[in-house]
């Protein structure tokens, strides 16, 4: 159980274009979902956090209008990049925070989106 | 500000050692600790999840213990195999008062375990 995807796993994309990543929750509702990228030999750093009908709240230093964050349905958010520049390449990924946690707040982390901008 | 120490950076190791993966955290309000392991270009498997109340969990070769009051928390792997070969992160979730959804990330050590 507490399975997370992400679509796509890598995308390539020309510079100024814009690229949607998707993070669903397949065996459970998630109350918030978490959105982090990791650079190279570096760990992950929290972009914003997405609770389902509301607005994302984005971490310091994150632009709001380039990382667009939608999470529509208690088991889906998106990511979406828009207009991209290389210096958004990177691996981003995304995780789930259960519905019905039981007071653990155990989050659930999807395998990883590797972005590429030429 | 919380903040997440992980020591070493790094391990080259023989198989079959025994090994203790460091993390400590500035900010003793947590509310659990985490274990991770990644692998090169995946994403992140959760391996030990310590509750702010207690002391250590197992499984299998893995032994995570945790002191929350000085701040420590440490990862033990025995007999230790190939396989094991990857990124270890540690990350806390501070308690309610500190924001209790985010999870805050050590840089990981990086182990590499050889026949």
């Known amino acids: 159980g507490a399975v997370v995807s992400q679509h796509p796993s890598r995308v390539i994309c020309k510079s100024g274009t814009s690229v949607k990543i998707e993070c669903r929750s397949l065996?459970?509702?998630?109350?918030?979902m978490f959105w982090y990228r990791q650079f190279p030999k570096q760990s992950l750093m929290l972009m914003a956090t997405?609770?389902?009908?509301?607005?994302?709240?984005?971490e310091q230093g994150v632009e709001k209008d380039k990382f667009l964050i939608n999470h529509a349905s208690l088991t889906l958010s998106t990511l979406t990049v828009t207009s991209a520049h290389p210096e958004d390449s990177s691996f981003y990924i995304c995780?789930?925070?259960?519905?019905?946690?039981?007071?653990?707040?155990?989050?659930?982390f999807g395998p990883g989106t590797r972005l590429t901008v030429t | 500000k919380q903040e997440v120490t992980q020591i070493p950076a790094a391990l080259s190791v023989p198989e079959g050692e025994n090994l203790v993966l460091n993390c400590s955290f500035t900010?003793?309000?947590?509310?659990?600790l985490q274990w991770f392991r990644q692998d090169p270009g995946k994403g992140l498997t959760s391996l030990l999840l310590?509750?702010?109340?207690?002391r250590e969990q197992t499984s299998g070769r893995l032994n995570a213990s945790l002191d929350k009051s000085s701040g420590r928390s440490t990862l033990y792997i025995a007999a230790s195999q190939p396989g094991d070969s990857a990124t270890y992160l540690c990350?806390?979730?501070?308690?309610?008062?500190?924001?209790?959804?985010?999870?805050?990330f050590g840089a990981g050590t990086r182990l590499a375990v050889h026949p």
């Open positions: 900010d003793s309000a947590i509310y659990n």
């Open positions: 997405s609770n389902e009908g509301s607005k994302a709240t984005y």
């Open positions: 065996d459970f509702q998630a109350t918030t």
């Open positions: 995780s789930a925070l259960p519905y019905a946690s039981g007071g653990r707040y155990e989050q659930y």
């Open positions: 310590i509750q702010s109340s207690q």
């Open positions: 990350a806390v979730t501070p308690d309610f008062s500190g924001g209790y959804n985010k999870l805050i």
